[in-house]
């Protein structure tokens, strides 16, 4: 079982950026595909973005395309997401997650999942 660990959240301004980043333990996630995922108080959780294994495929929720960026380093074990003209409805506690043998916006086709890690943005 892949353990995944979120961080580089935080606070920033409307317009700013931030990049998270989730490191995997246990496995190795080079065939794994990854996704991010926001929950925000009383919503439930949406897709963000996700990277296939083969060939590093990338999807985006459209409220985030063309802001964010998700990639992967294997060698280190880490997806990140690059966050940059950040608006106030993008607070939310951010998730990574992986999975063996899905790739898309279903959060419940995904295998494992980090602890979150918390972004707020200001007006």
């Known amino acids: 079982q892949v353990q995944l660990v979120e961080s580089g959240g935080g606070l920033a301004q409307a317009g700013g950026s931030l990049r998270l980043s989730c490191v995997a333990s246990g496995r190795t996630i080079d065939t794994y595909n990854m996704g991010w995922f926001r929950q925000a108080p009383g919503k439930e959780r949406e897709f963000v973005a996700a990277?296939?294994?083969?060939?590093?495929?990338?999807y985006y929720a459209d409220s985030v395309k063309g802001r964010f960026t998700i990639s992967r380093d294997n060698a280190k074990n880490t997806v990140s997401l690059q966050m940059n003209s950040l608006k106030p409805e993008d607070t939310a506690v951010y998730y990574c997650?992986?999975?063996?043998?899905?790739?898309?916006?279903?959060?419940?086709?995904?295998?494992?999942w980090g602890q979150g890690t918390q972004v707020t943005i200001s007006s």
């Open positions: 997650a992986a999975a063996k043998a899905y790739y898309g916006s279903s959060a419940s086709e995904y295998d494992a």
């Open positions: 990277i296939s294994w083969f060939i590093r495929r990338t």
